[in-house]
C-alpha cells in the first residue's frame, strides 16, 4: 500500500518562502496523481493544487495561484509544493494524498478532497512576523 510522508514545514514571516516535500513508499509514484491540501483550525480541508502521474497537468486553487509551485520527481519518490510569498492566511496543516490515475489515463488531477484515497501525516506551516 502507498504511504506519503509530508516534511519542510515550519514557521516563516509573512513574504517568505518554504518548500514542502512529500515522500512516497510501498508503491510506484508515477502511477498516482497527487494533490496538496491544507487545513486551518476550524475549517474544512481546502485543495492547493495537484499535479497529474507523470507531471504533465497542474491546477492550483485562485488563493495561490502565481505564488506556489508544484514538482514531481518520479524517479526519486518525490513530490514538492514550493511556497512563495506567504502570509498568514497561508497558516495550516499541509496535507499531500494520491489518487491512483495512471499515465494512460491522460495527464488529470483534483484540487477537491474526494477522489484520493492515500494520505500522509501533514506537516504544520505557520506565517507569522
Known amino acids: 500500500q502507498l504511504q506519503l510522508v509530508e516534511s519542510g514545514g515550519g514557521l516563516v514571516q509573512p513574504g517568505g518562502s518554504l518548500r514542502l516535500s512529500c515522500a512516497a513508499s510501498g508503491s510506484r509514484l508515477g502511477d498516482y496523481a497527487i494533490g496538496w491540501f491544507r487545513q486551518a483550525p476550524g475549517k474544512e480541508r481546502e485543495g492547493v493544487s495537484c499535479i497529474s502521474s507523470s507531471g504533465g497537468g497542474t491546477k492550483y486553487a485562485d488563493s495561490v495561484k502565481g505564488r506556489f509551485t508544484i514538482s514531481r520527481d518520479n524517479a526519486k519518490n518525490m513530490v514538492y509544493l514550493r511556497m512563495n510569498s506567504l502570509q498568514p492566511e497561508d497558516t495550516a496543516v499541509y496535507y499531500c494524498?494520491?489518487?491512483?490515475?495512471?499515465?494512460?489515463?491522460?495527464?488529470?488531477?483534483?484540487?477537491?478532497?474526494?477522489?484520493?484515497?492515500?494520505w500522509g501525516q501533514g506537516t504544520q506551516v505557520t506565517v507569522s512576523s
Open positions: 494524498a494520491a489518487d491512483l490515475i495512471p499515465p494512460a489515463v491522460g495527464p488529470q488531477c483534483a484540487i477537491v478532497p474526494g477522489p484520493y484515497d492515500y
